[in-house]
């Protein structure tokens, strides 16, 4: 029986170390290295596999790398047509956020064998929840395992085509030591279960938690032994859900799914204009709408500012700039901006700037419209209802377009805005929307803006 010597490898890129640091020699992370038992290396061990041979590239693929559609659209768009047969996909996010409930869908609505192994919950468990959703199916199958080998068998008996394991941070390998959950079991578990995955063209699903930070949990190396990684998100405080794919190596990486949570699951959101701007109420100072860009997906989102008085002058209390939803570094970026460049003074007081709705926006189109809503809440003076602001905004003062531009103005048009604040280099408008030009923010705030009486 070969020993096991002890060794450490690092829980966010998964390399390993003969000995503990405290900073991570590959990735450079502080504080990852764990320690972890390794079977030591035995002699030249047999070729497990026949040696690959090289063939042309057009005669590489083939159908059997088609996509099939798991029946939620929202899926199918972000996965480029759907799940490819023999592929692994990483699905990340928080406790709670819909994941599993996803999958169940997906599993129900697909017309082919499915195998989800319940590796946190019980058979029992899983179908309450589908009774709940009306995915109870004839060919979904369920168990509830937590060793490899074990997964294996089953995938042998019921010969899925699409398995789904919820979740790999619970399922362990017996020839790997530590518990599950381990850097080393999570890489082993993962490993194993991408090769039968290749060998026998088998679509699976390997469900990941998400730490703090938002990054998944386990060694990076998993990420780099999967097709696809996808990430489902939200504010569990809201009814969003949103699925991108961060990487896709059948598609693109750049579009967004939209689901809303409801009693009956996940709904797919075709309209997400309306879902954000239903209850919007006109006349409020601070509040504007952008066009932002998500993938390549225009979603109009509005954006809310508050003004107050700040710490008394000299109390040595810096005012507050809090950001929901919003870079914080660019909130106070803009906040000086306006400062230096447009006249705005808000060194004195707080300021409060949200996403509406539980979005996230990060686009630097959102740099007009925020410095809109920061300079109306300042003075009172509401923007105009039937106005969208869109740009980025330079240390200068200088407004610059951002890209497809041409699709966030369709997408506002269609939604019966008629202005648009936008740089001078911005294209021209849909029929429908006047465009209103500005080469510099106090430009933009004279036009938009006009002094109180």
């Not at 060694?219 to 859900?241: C, I």
């Not at 997906?297 to 710490?311: C, H, I, K, Y």
């Not at 531009?405 to 604040?421: D, I, K, N, S, V």
């Amino acid at each position: 029986m070969a020993r096991s010597h002890m060794s450490f490898a690092c829980s966010e890129c998964g390399a390993a170390a003969p000995r503990w640091a405290g900073r991570c020699g590959a990735c450079g992370s502080w504080n990852t290295l764990v320690e972890e038992a390794r079977p030591a290396p035995p002699g030249a061990a047999p070729r497990s596999a026949p040696p690959a041979r090289a063939v042309p590239l057009a005669e590489a693929g083939g159908p059997e790398w088609a996509p099939r559609p798991t029946g939620l659209d929202e899926v199918d768009r972000v996965l480029g047509g759907g799940l490819v047969p023999g592929s692994v996909t990483l699905l990340g996010g928080e406790p709670g956020v819909g994941k599993s409930t996803l999958l169940l869908q997906v599993l129900a609505r697909e017309r082919r064998r499915g195998l989800l192994v319940a590796a946190e919950e019980s058979p029992q468990q899983v179908r309450l929840r589908a009774e709940r959703l009306g995915a109870v199916s004839a060919h979904l199958w369920v168990v509830a395992a937590t060793d490899v080998d074990e997964i294996e068998a089953q995938v042998g008996d019921v010969e899925p085509e699409l398995l789904v394991v919820d979740s790999i941070q619970a399922v362990a390998d017996a020839a790997t030591s530590g518990p599950p959950g381990s850097v080393g079991q999570v890489r082993a578990a993962a490993a194993r279960l991408v090769r039968l995955a290749k060998d026998r063209s088998l679509t699976t699903v390997l469900v990941g938690h998400v730490t703090k930070d938002g990054s998944l949990a386990g060694p990076r190396v998993l990420e780099h032994l999967v097709d696809t990684v996808l990430t489902f998100g939200g504010d569990r405080h809201h009814a969003l859900r949103l699925l991108r794919a961060p990487k896709h190596r059948f598609g693109p990486t750049t579009e967004l799914g939209l689901f809303e949570m409801g009693e009956a699951g996940l709904e797919a959101v075709a309209d997400p204009g309306h879902l954000f701007l239903s209850d919007r109420r006109e006349g409020l100072a601070g509040s504007v709408v952008v066009p932002a860009l998500d993938g390549r997906r225009p979603l109009l989102v509005e954006l809310q500012a508050l003004v107050t008085p700040g710490p008394p002058a000299g109390s040595g209390i810096a005012p507050r700039r809090s950001a929901q939803g919003l870079d914080g570094g660019r909130l106070a970026m803009l906040v000086a901006v306006l400062d230096r460049r447009a006249g705005v003074k808000l060194s004195g007081f707080d300021v409060y700037a949200m996403a509406v709705g539980g979005a996230r926006v990060t686009d630097p189109g959102a740099d007009l419209p925020l410095a809109l809503a920061l300079a109306s809440a300042a003075d009172g003076a509401p923007l105009p209802p039937s106005l969208v602001a869109c740009g980025e905004v330079g240390l200068g003062g200088e407004l610059r377009q951002v890209p497809r531009l041409a699709a966030r103005l369709g997408e506002a048009a269609r939604l019966g805005f008629r202005e648009a604040l936008v740089p001078p280099s911005a294209p021209d408008p849909p029929p429908g929307l006047i465009a209103r030009r500005a080469a510099t923010l106090e430009e933009a705030l004279r036009q938009r803006l006009p002094p109180a009486a």
